[in-house]
């Protein structure tokens, strides 16, 4: 939390001042009631007006000045928020893709909303308030000095009990709160992953369990938030109570010094509402501190961790695989494959469902660096190499294509504004949509293209790179014979190219073409 709060230090720093400022005042509002008693009881009446103008005016003060802290404080929250929420966004890029791809969206979705949610109310707001709580304090008890110091002493005797009594409450708070950020996460992941599987519930006629999906997700965040709730209710409401027993005490021995005629009988009024604001003040300061302690769990999801440095790729080189094993847990997947890939070569690898031709991709890329045997890029090996270096130097196609909600240009450039229409028409024209040209400016969505359509602007963004090692993953299992066959033709026949495809259906006419077709499930095994 320090950290952000430090990067916008001056900004801070005013906004602390404002908060003393109207600390200041609503202190004196209260300082001023006494005056205004004591006038009343010598029949003063002038001076009670006079000071009673003085009580509206300062009211007023407080009110516009509260007004303007407020604005200026949901400004301050925003750009911190901005701050976390770029910090983790970077932590993703910075990081393999691997690692991404271990949180499911929902989760990364649920950091990104609701944990930056709780940091802002639990964390940044209940520190202003804590700023305010304490000008409060401070400022009461000044006042309280002026009346007599008996009573500040009986204060801070009271304001001690009251700092230790909340300290067992925190860690069970803390607690709560981590499993209130888990239930949050858990109710975002899981809605989410309902809603992505809705087509498949509905085509099986089975609605009606999605709907008790959903309701069973919603329930157990309901149970977690109701705990989080009494658990934090009953802290503040243990805290009240002891602010208000300690508020009469404080009532008695001023009425005492009254009757003693040690202090004017005014002074009650306003020893009344001072100590009202102190101990209210004192009781919101302990739980203010357990609630800011309990978003430490929650801002160490933020936290980057350090990455090893590895080497870039220099240019792209032959690609060596030597008795290369892999596993997922216990499950061997890739057992001894040893394998060439040449530059400039043309390699298909096929195998049934399940077999590891996605799991051998994704060796290829880097994605995955703890396998068994070699796998060398010239005379580098994997594991030393950047994974984002070897990715630049390819152009990799998958299955599924994301459609951004943005114009059909910015879908396939990614928004890369180097690229020019000349290039798009050629690329266009390449997967057989020129037709798409006179659509460029047009805002799309999911839902504007076929399946086929969206791979293709898939194999665009790849063809726009403009790289010579290209790396298919199922690329054309949406297209039609006739474009699948002209796309793979392309290149297949550019001797320039390094072109690498993971299919369960060879294209019976491409097969010529390839220099070698890899088996998976019968050679490596
Ligand atoms: N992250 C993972 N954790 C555990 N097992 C995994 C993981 N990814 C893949 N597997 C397992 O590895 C095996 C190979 O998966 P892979 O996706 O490489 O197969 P594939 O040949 O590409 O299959 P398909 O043709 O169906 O896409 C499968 O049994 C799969 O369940």
């Known amino acids: 939390m320090r950290t952000y709060i430090l990067k916008y230090k001056y900004e801070n ?13 609503f202190v004196s509002a209260s300082v001023t009631l006494a005056l205004m008693t004591n006038q009343l009881v010598s029949k003063q009446i002038q001076s009670f007006l006079a000071l009673l103008g003085l009580e509206v005016g300062l009211y007023v003060i407080y009110l516009v000045l509260n007004y303007i802290i407020t604005v200026h404080q949901a400004k301050l929250i925003q750009k911190m928020s901005l701050v976390i929420r770029l910090s983790y966004l970077s932590k993703i890029t910075h990081h393999s893709f691997s690692e991404f791809r271990k949180i499911d969206i929902g989760e990364h979705l649920s950091v990104l909303n609701n944990d930056i949610q709780l940091i802002e109310s639990n964390g940044f707001t209940s520190i202003y308030i804590l700023c305010s709580t304490v000008f409060t304090t401070l400022f009461s008890i000044i006042a309280l000095l002026s009346y007599d110091v008996r009573i500040v002493l009986l204060v801070i005797l009271l304001t001690l009990c009251l700092t230790y009594l909340p300290k067992p409450f925190a860690t069970k708070m803390k607690k709560a709160m981590e499993r209130f950020s888990k239930a949050n996460e858990e109710l975002v992941s899981g809605i989410s992953d309902q809603l992505y599987g809705y087509a498949d519930v509905y085509y099986a006629s089975r609605k009606h369990i999605f709907l008790r999906q959903v309701k069973s997700i919603v329930e157990d965040y309901i149970s977690q938030k109701i705990i989080y709730t009494k658990r934090s209710t009953s802290t503040e409401t ?28 005014g002074t009650i009024a306003s020893v009344g509402q001072i100590s009202g604001n102190i101990f209210n003040s004192l009781s919101t300061i302990n739980q203010l501190q357990v609630t800011i302690k309990s978003v430490e769990p929650i801002l160490r999801k933020f936290e980057d961790y350090p990455t090893v440095s590895k080497s870039d790729l220099p240019i792209f080189q032959d690609i060596n695989f030597k008795n290369v094993r892999y596993s997922f847990g216990e499950n061997a997947i890739i057992k001894g494959f040893t394998q060439t890939f040449k530059e400039g070569g043309k390699y298909a690898i096929t195998g049934c ?10 060796l290829l890329l880097g994605n995955l660096k ?6 060398l890029f010239g005379k580098l090996e994997s594991k030393e190499i950047d994974e984002n270096s070897i990715v630049s130097a390819c152009a990799y196609v998958g299955s599924q294509t994301h459609i951004y909600n943005d114009t059909l240009r910015n879908n396939l450039t990614l928004w890369n504004d180097a690229i020019t229409d000349t290039h798009i028409k050629e690329a266009l024209e390449r997967v057989n949509l020129l037709s798409f040209l006179s659509r460029i400016d047009e805002q799309v969505n999911d839902g504007s293209f ?20 290209v790396i298919f993953d199922e690329a054309t299992a949406n297209l039609d014979h006739d474009n699948a066959t002209r796309i793979e033709y392309q290149l297949l026949s550019d001797p320039d190219i390094t072109f690498i495809t993971v299919t369960h259906h060879l294209i019976k006419e491409s097969e010529p073409y390839f220099d070698k077709i890899v088996r998976l499930g019968e050679s490596d095994e």
């Open 13 to 25: 720093l005013v906004h602390i001042i404002l908060l003393a400022l109207n600390a200041a005042i």
């Open 238 to 265: 243990l805290m009240s109570l002891f602010s208000v027993i300690a508020q009469m005490l404080i009532l008695l021995l001023t009425g005492l010094l009254i009757i003693f005629g040690n202090i004017a009988v």
């Open 353 to 362: 469902s399940g077999s590891g031709k996605s799991t051998l991709l994704n």
């Open 370 to 375: 703890d396998y068994e045997g070699k796998i």
């Open 450 to 469: 076929s399946e086929g359509q969206k791979q293709r602007i898939g194999l665009i963004r790849a063809f726009l790179k403009g790289s010579s090692v």
